[in-house]
């Protein structure tokens, strides 16, 4: 008898799973059947939902890109990079660099310090010249490191013994693209020597290539110790990186905690003699590239709050693929309703229904999966040049990815199909057979989706004219100095000798109008000093410092408000604090603001500038010589060319091009081993603003697939709507109603709808465009026009949505529409 029971419950599950497997086999080929009979909705769904895809995804790989950041190092969470405050006057000023003394002492004198390293970045200063015995090639990617660069950071070794690559002077180690420039591989440049502005250099081994998400990137590090501050280090000046890896049981607050008391124990005495206070930070690696963007690094980092919004825009993107995907299933469901009432008549059941409604779905939801990552293997070339990213596409692939992956194709199938197959399962069989259901019970479901699709759509092409209106701006505004025609020429230190003859003689050719030295381009001068008490004013605080020549205010166009230009029997500030003498200076309003003089006042008065004294020569008009995210400081102009390492050349008008070969040829005569590279100072400065360019790019492209992607929403309810008017509509047609009369039948909801979605959407705009202007000192006056553009392009394509489906319906025949109902 047992035996028996338990032959017939393994019968009845046998035949329970087969009646299972035969159901959903039932349902994969039922839905296939349907999605290849109409073909137009399946195209439209599979279209958006492969689009909202790719662009997820390409986002996801973005933002995971750049979160990635030097996470790479082993204990990466250990690793510190230190910044250096400095305050003077009550001002502050944060800087990323800090004096070669820093790391040697924290290794020495800090048990939580395990190892640590200095890093030169020489390009802050000038390039360098490297002759592999075929010529000099201009390099800028070069640093100086200590011995502990490895231990710190473990980047692989190609060639060269990792615990002997950088312990002696004069020791070189190459990137492996650099070793195969110069050697043509890794294996050979291991043993050979380059000269680096004529002085030789011995390569001990060679890495890989620095990875894209590291805020480090070079192509030639050099031993430390070959520079002055490697073999005798200093608590001044403070021009290195300096990184420290502490021990995993140390406490890092209580490691910062003790900093202070270093600073005492080395700077106290300076701090007290010149009025000063100093500290020092330390800054986990991991939060560089997303930190604070003011302070200088290697490599430009990223503003945390853009990764913000990508990854909202990224989910908004997949919402309305989704929500277009249930407007056009409703769409669908006026001419499914008799297949739904033929299936319960023969004893299909809701659950029966659902499901095979969402196989439809998850069907879609699968093949938009399958076609997007063909997609972006296309397309993420493209992105990366757009972003300046790259995007890893192992990822996708990985364990993680395809989990994430097939998450989202169980998730968008779930949701894509719920709402849809809800209301087609729940129609009554007589009624649905007898064409005289209404699936109206969701309508206010269905209007508030295409109001967020359009208010989303609206939102981003708000943003994207709000982020063009600010870089417009910036491209434009008077930056109170001449920048067009004007070129910048880098020199090395070794020919501050003779590079006034160079000067001359490029003058005397008549290619350039005038001719300045100056220490850095005016779009970003960096160095800082301080204004002490001793003179005539009463105020400390720090100020920009810009070593020229006599020539500047001439090769750039500044405004002399008071006093009068440098002349060529000014000492210069190196001449001065030789001879303990007074040297001029031209100070700009905000220097003057900061002492409490106008201009008048000001010329012929004494400052305390930078621990010598100055004596104001002439004031001249701001401009700005910093990004426009932050005011114009502070800045003392003075001679000093000794402290210059290019030339700014301001170029006759016309062809520059002509005025550019006839300057190359007298450079190549006069500095015959240094290459002729230029750079026009206008486009340097556009380049400032590249990561808000690309943010403006990135903007521009989804507001575009947003709106794609919602007008085939649109499409998908304007159907719905003329299907289910269709006898009124072909009535009116046969009363005389022209096209016009129809398209404002099915047009008067809509554009209600998309009223509403204009409103929310420039409430939107009104918060992004004070968020956005937040974070520039300089902003643009935003008017009407933005918010009202984005909402007239919407509309119009809206408009042309519409009128395609009117005109559709309107050319149907009335007679057989009419006998059909």
């Not at 769904?45 to 933002?63: E, K």
């Not at 070129?487 to 003859?501: E, F």
């Not at 720090?542 to 020549?549: A, E, F, K, L, P």
Request: net charge neutral.
């Amino acid at each position: 008898m047992n035996l028996l029971i338990f032959q017939s419950a393994t019968a009845d599950k046998s035949l329970k799973f087969s009646n299972t497997k035969a159901m959903w086999k039932n349902y994969l080929i039922v839905s296939f059947r349907n999605l290849k009979k109409r073909k137009l909705y399946t195209g439209i769904n599979l279209l958006g939902l492969t689009i909202a895809l790719v662009s997820f995804f390409v986002i996801s790989l973005y933002i995971y890109h750049e979160w990635s950041y030097d996470r790479i190092y082993t204990g990466a969470d250990r690793i510190y990079k230190f910044n250096q405050e400095f305050i003077s006057g009550g001002e502050k000023q944060l800087v990323g660099t800090t004096p070669s003394s820093l790391v040697p002492t924290l290794i020495e004198e800090f048990p939580e310090v395990e190892t640590g390293t200095l890093v030169f970045d020489l390009s802050i200063f000038s390039s360098v010249m490297v002759d592999a015995g075929e010529g000099n090639q201009e390099e800028s990617r070069f640093a100086f490191v200590d011995d502990n660069f490895y231990q710190v950071f473990d980047f692989e070794i190609l060639a060269g013994q990792k615990g002997k690559l950088l312990n002696e002077p004069n020791q070189l180690v190459l990137t492996e693209s650099t070793a195969k420039r110069y050697f043509g591989s890794a294996q050979n440049a291991e043993g050979k020597s380059l000269k680096i502005d004529g002085q030789e250099y011995f390569i001990t081994g060679v890495m890989e290539d620095f990875p894209s998400n590291s805020h480090l990137d070079f192509d030639f590090l050099a031993s430390f110790k070959t520079h002055r501050h490697g073999r005798n280090p200093e608590w001044s000046p403070s021009n290195y990186y300096s990184y420290a890896k502490l021990r995993p049981e140390s406490n890092p607050k209580e490691f910062e905690a003790k900093l202070p008391m270093m600073v005492e124990k080395y700077l106290g005495e300076a701090q007290k003699e010149y009025g000063f206070q100093t500290s020092f930070f330390p800054q986990v690696v991991t939060s560089i590239h997303l930190g604070d963007q003011t302070i200088r690094t290697v490599k430009p980092g990223t503003d945390i709050k853009y990764l913000y919004i990508f990854g909202l825009v990224a989910i908004l993107l997949i919402a309305i693929g989704i929500i277009n995907y249930v407007n056009l299933a409703t769409a669908e469901a006026t001419e499914r309703n008799k297949e739904v009432g033929l299936r319960k008549v023969m004893g299909a059941d809701r659950v029966q229904l659902f499901g095979q409604f969402v196989s439809e779905s998850m069907i879609l939801s699968f093949g938009a999966a399958a076609l997007s990552l063909f997609v972006i293997y296309l397309v993420s070339p493209q992105f990366a040049k757009l972003s300046g990213a790259p995007l890893d596409l192992n990822l996708l692939f990985s364990i993680p990815g395809m989990l994430l992956l097939a998450g989202l194709v169980l998730i968008i199938g779930l949701l894509s199909g719920m709402y849809p197959s809800v209301i087609l399962s729940g129609l009554e069989p007589i009624k649905a057979l007898g064409n005289k259901v209404k699936i109206g019970g969701g309508a206010w479901v269905r209007k508030s989706l295409v109001v967020f699709q359009f208010f989303v759509s609206m939102g981003l092409l708000i943003s994207t004219f709000v982020v063009k209106s600010q870089l417009d701006y910036m491209r434009e505004v008077n930056l109170g100095y001449q920048r067009e025609q004007v070129i910048a020429l880098p020199y090395h230190y070794n020919m501050r000798k003779s590079i006034d003859a160079v000067k001359q003689e490029m003058l005397r050719t008549g290619a350039a109008e005038s001719i300045s030295l100056a220490s850095d381009m005016p779009i970003y001068i960096k160095a800082g000093y301080s204004i002490f008490r001793g003179g005539d004013n009463q105020n400390e605080f720090m100020i920009t410092g810009y070593s020229v020549d006599k020539d500047l205010v001439k090769t750039i166009g500044l405004e002399i408000l008071e006093g009068e230009n440098f002349l060529d029997t000014d000492l210069s500030r190196t001449m001065a604090y030789d001879s303990s003498m007074e040297y001029p200076v031209i100070l700009n309003e905000s220097a003057l603001q900061q002492l409490g003089w106008n201009a008048g006042e000001a010329i012929g008065r004494k400052v305390n500038f930078g621990g010598g004294m100055a004596h104001v020569k002439g004031v001249v008009k701001n401009f700005y010589f910093n990004s426009l995210h932050h005011g114009v400081g502070p800045l003392a102009i003075f001679i000093d060319p000794e402290q210059a390492n290019v030339l700014l050349l301001r170029l006759p008008a016309g062809n520059p091009a002509v005025h550019l070969a006839r300057l190359e040829q007298t450079w190549k005569e006069m500095a015959p081993d240094r290459p002729f590279n230029y750079k026009f100072v206008d486009q340097e400065y556009a380049q400032l603003y590249r990561s808000e360019e690309r943010v403006g790019a990135v903007f521009g492209l989804f507001s575009g697939i947003a709106i794609f992607i919602a007008c085939m929403g649109l499409f998908g309810l304007v159907s719905y709507v003329a299907l289910r008017r269709t006898r009124e509509i072909s009535i009116r047609k046969v009363l005389g109603a022209t096209q016009h009369d129809v398209l404002s039948v099915l047009s008067a909801d809509f554009f209600r709808l998309l009223g509403l979605a204009a409103g929310l959407a420039i409430g939107f705009g009104l918060w992004f465009t004070d968020a956005w202007l937040a974070a520039f000192a300089n902003k643009a006056s935003i008017g009407i026009w933005p918010y009202l553009y984005a909402v007239l392009i919407v509309l119009l394509l809206a408009l042309i949505t519409i009128g395609y489906r009117s005109w559709k319906v309107y050319t149907m025949n009335p007679s057989k529409t009419l006998k059909s109902e």
